[in-house]
C-alpha cells in the first residue's frame, strides 16, 4: 500500500496518474498547501522541501522499513523501478525516456509554474517576468511539439513516465497563454493520453 501526500495540483497528478495506470492501491492524505498544512512537521518529515506530492511505500521492495520518497521525479522513478512498469528496459529507450522526465522536472515544470505565477497569482501585474515566462514557456513547448512529430510519445512508441510527468503541466495550456493550434503534434498527444482510462480515473473528480 502507498500513502500519497497530495494536492490536485499538475504535480500531485502526476504521481494518480501513475498509480492508476498500474493499477496500484493508495490511500490519498490531503495536503492543504492553501493553509499551510505542507509546513507541518509531521509532513516535513516526508518531505523536507514542503511540497507536495511525497509517498511512504509500506512494502519496499527489500522488505525493510517503509521508504519515504519526495520530489515528483523520484517518486516515479521508485515507482517504475518497484512496479517494472512505465520504464523501459531497454538501454536506448530507457535513456529516452529519463531524459525527458528530467526535462519536465528540471525545465518544462517549473517555467511553467512561474508562468502560473505571474499569469495568474501574483499581487501585482509584471510584464517583463509575464513576457519571460510566456516566451520560455513557447520555446519549451516548440521543443515537445518537434519531439512529438517524431515520436508517439516522449520517450518513443511507449507511453512512459516522462509522459506522465508532462501531462499535467501541458494539460493547463490556457492558463499558460499558449495556442495550441502553433503545437499540432502536442494537441495530438493531449488527446491520447486524456483518453486513457487511467487518465479519467486520475482525473475523475478534478
Ligand atoms: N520539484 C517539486 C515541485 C513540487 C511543487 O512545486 N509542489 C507544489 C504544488 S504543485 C507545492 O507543494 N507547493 C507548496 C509550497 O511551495 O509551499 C516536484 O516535482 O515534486
Redesign the pocket.
Known sequence: MIDLYY?P????YKITLFLEEVGMPYTIHPIN?NTGE?FKPEFLAISP?????AIVDHQPADGGEPVSV????AILLYLANKTGQLLSKSLRERTEQLQWLFWQ?AGF?PML?QNHHFNRYAPEVVPYAINRYVEESKRLYKVLNTQLEKTAYLGGDEYSIADIATYPWAKCYEHQKIDLQDYPAVAKWLDKVRQRPATQAAYKDA
Open positions: 494536492a495540483t499538475p504535480n500531485g498547501i505542507q522541501n514542503n511540497k507536495i506530492p519526495f520530489e515528483s521525479g522536472v515544470g509554474g
